[in-house]
């Protein structure tokens, strides 16, 4: 068994970095994860709508740690028009990310019609920009939808979209059902798909007991579990890591009883990003698919985005020891006013970062 690993420059393809003192506090951990190149969220408070407010948001993170490459997106809305799309092409953001209104964090201006935005999804097409579907549904009783089939319905919309637009580059975000990974695999090379790490280690036996396992799409069942491992381990390039790393305030993972009485919601994410490629390596390792780690975190996503890996960026990995608290995941994370669980909280990672 190999005892160290070097890979290209990783990048996370979907990761949340916040804004305030969580921003402060969550960014600097992105490298510390061994990520390169960071694909940003622009799920913020209010949402990242125009191109102006996207570059001011990347001088920020640049400002926080400027060894990291910010890749930025926008946030799908009826403010963003198709004469945004070429003014943000021109800026170099690299894409638009859907939200199905309602549905998760920050997601209340989010889309509930996919055919309203077609003259969007064109000039997307037009100018080489890339769109990024959270694929959930609503939950409706009548349907019999609810959040463990969310995914499963969402699939015909995603059908849908790579028809109408055969030159878009389309990424479905963090995939967990084995049905989206068959439909991913079945549409053409300019239709994608990002991984978690979580997902491929949680079912949804592990989230009803662990407001820290809540996130969005939940975790499915272990047939969909498997379907992941799988699609890594098969080697398409169309799979590749996409974090979703999203840190919460510890206080709005765990239920609180409100001032009016009332008992607050559990957030919705699970926090990587400080942990991101030794989890990532333990977790490839433990369903046999290290000799995939190279292509799933550093090479798949960057060939789609068109972001080569930076000279002298190569990550080296080695084994933990077999001391007591090696490899130990040891939570919180404390910034200014803001603290963070990380996921694998108490667990060990059978690999660490060298460099
Ligand atoms: C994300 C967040 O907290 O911003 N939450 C999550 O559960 N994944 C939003 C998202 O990506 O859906
Ligand atoms: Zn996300």
């Given at each position: 068994m190999s005892e160290e690993i070097v890979i290209p420059s990783p990048a996370d393809f979907h990761v949340h970095v916040r804004q305030g003192k969580m921003c402060e506090l969550v960014t600097p951990q992105v490298a510390k994860g061994g990520v390169r190149t960071a694909y940003v969220m622009p799920n913020l408070v209010p949402p990242l709508t125009s191109t102006d407010a996207v570059l001011s948001y990347k001088a920020e993170l640049e400002r926080i740690d400027p060894s990291v490459q910010w890749l930025m997106t926008l946030y799908l809305h009826t403010d963003v028009t198709p004469d945004v799309v070429r003014k943000a092409a021109d800026a170099g953001i690299y894409g638009i990310k859907v939200y199905p209104?309602?549905?998760?964090?920050?997601?209340?201006?989010?889309?509930?019609?996919?055919?309203?935005?077609y003259p969007v999804f064109q000039a997307m097409e037009e100018n080489n920009m890339v769109l990024n579907l959270h694929g959930e549904v609503s939950s409706d009783a009548e349907k019999n939808i609810s959040v463990l089939n969310a995914e499963v319905h969402f699939l015909s919309h995603l059908k849908k979209i790579a028809t109408d637009f055969p030159k878009l580059r389309i990424v479905l975000e963090h995939a967990t059902t084995a049905a989206a990974i068959e439909a991913v695999s079945s549409l053409p090379a300019n239709v994608a798909c990002t991984i978690t790490a979580h997902h491929l280690y949680l079912t949804i036996d592990d989230v009803p007991s662990q407001?820290?396992?809540?996130?969005?799409?939940v975790a499915k069942e272990p047939k969909d579990r498997k379907a992941l491992q799988d699609a890594i381990k098969s080697g398409n390039p169309k799979f590749f890591l996409g974090s979703d790393s999203a840190p919460h305030p510890l206080s709005s993972k765990i239920p609180n009883l409100t001032d009016d009485g009332s008992v607050s919601a559990c957030a919705a994410g699970v926090y990587t990003s400080p942990i991101l490629i030794p989890l990532v390596a333990t977790l490839l390792e433990s369903f046999g698919a290290l000799d995939k780690l190279a292509g799933f975190v550093s090479e798949n996503g960057r060939k789609f985005y068109g972001v080569p890996a930076g000279e002298n960026q190569e990550l080296k990995l080695k084994r933990t020891g077999?001391?007591?608290?090696?490899g130990l995941v040891k939570g919180t994370f404390k910034g200014e006013g803001v603290e963070v669980l990380p996921f694998w909280t108490g667990k060990k990672l059978g690999w660490e970062i060298v460099n």
């Open positions: 209104q309602g549905l998760t964090t920050n997601s209340d201006s989010g889309v509930k019609d996919y055919e309203a935005y407001p820290h396992h809540f996130c969005k799409p077999n001391g007591k608290e090696d």
